[in-house]
């Protein structure tokens, strides 16, 4: 063995503990919901059978994820991560007043943002499915609702990234990491909420 | 991760069946349909053997971290044991670093890289280290620490679980 690659010692010689964090089927549907809105945001023809049926496979991923959050492990589910804006609130002004302390599931933050991603994914394969449907089909708002939702989810996933990037630079630990291999590396001492 | 792949693979196709049975049903067939009963069957059996998946998954992952909480207390055992041995030896706080290390496994010039001193520093140091444990090199000095550990003697459960 060789010292520098020893994985309990960081290169400051500060002890770290390696935390699991997310579960396989968390990270499998993390990355499988990103496909499919990369798929129909930008790959698959609109109004194609195809457009529909990864529509649906991203309302089955959600669906999937929220029984997930019912009846699956601590971490996963929504009691790890309630959705509270005076909570997020808190943790913006604990945030911009330096602190440094380290969540284990979402933060505060991403908790709303994690609620409103699924949120949109759902009013978008809800209305794209209504599109499909007699009833609907052809009605001006319908198909609005399902452009805007678009646009709202775009803007979500930039915000998502971007919150990432600043939550891994402020905690000095990297959340893409844990979402590709399911564990937080942490410093001794690190603060954990 | 398997067993995650497994669930989201049988929830897709739980999905397709599903789908098939309501573009069925909106073309106006009727449940005494046979294929149709089959697909609603398929639905149903691929539902529940998701859901089934899914705790079982979960049992996996907590009895997972059970396994890892049992490991970090006898990891912790096994740091008060080497504390005692180091606190018997009065080993420096430079020498009980060093002593880590060498149980840990580390040749004397990874441990200098890790310390950022030099190799004639470590090597100092680890031999003060055998001469205070009275041990006779390396590879002594390690087995008294896993000669503690086959005895069995430094936790009393440890002893009442050995055959």
Redesign the interface.
Known sequence: ????S?PS?SHT?ARIREV?VW???V???HW?LALTILLNGAITEEESKMHEWVG??AL??V??RL??AL???PQARFSAFPPSPTQALRHLRSVLSGDRAVHLSHNPLGALMVYNLWLTVIALGVTGYMMTTIRFFGIEWVEDAHELAFNWLLLSIVLHIAGVAFDSWRTGISLVRSIINGRKRLPQGTKIE | ?M???I??MQ??S??FFI?DVIADIRDGEYLDNVHLGLEAFASVALIAG??FL??E??RL??RM?DM?AGLKIARGQMVEVMNRFFDEWNLTQAERDVAL?IL???DN???A???NTAAGTVRAQATSIYSKSDAQGRSQFVSLFVEELMSGDFSSDATDECP
């Open positions: 063995m060789s010292a520098p020893d010692v010689g699991p579960d396989p089927l990270r499998l549907i499988s649906y496979v089955g991923l669906g999937v029984l997930w009846i699956g492990p | 991760m067993l995650a792949g669930i989201l929830v897709l739980a999905l789908g998701v859901l899914m705790l998954l979960r992952l907590t971290g890892d290390m840990k496994g580390l010039e990874s441990i890289q890790v310390r």
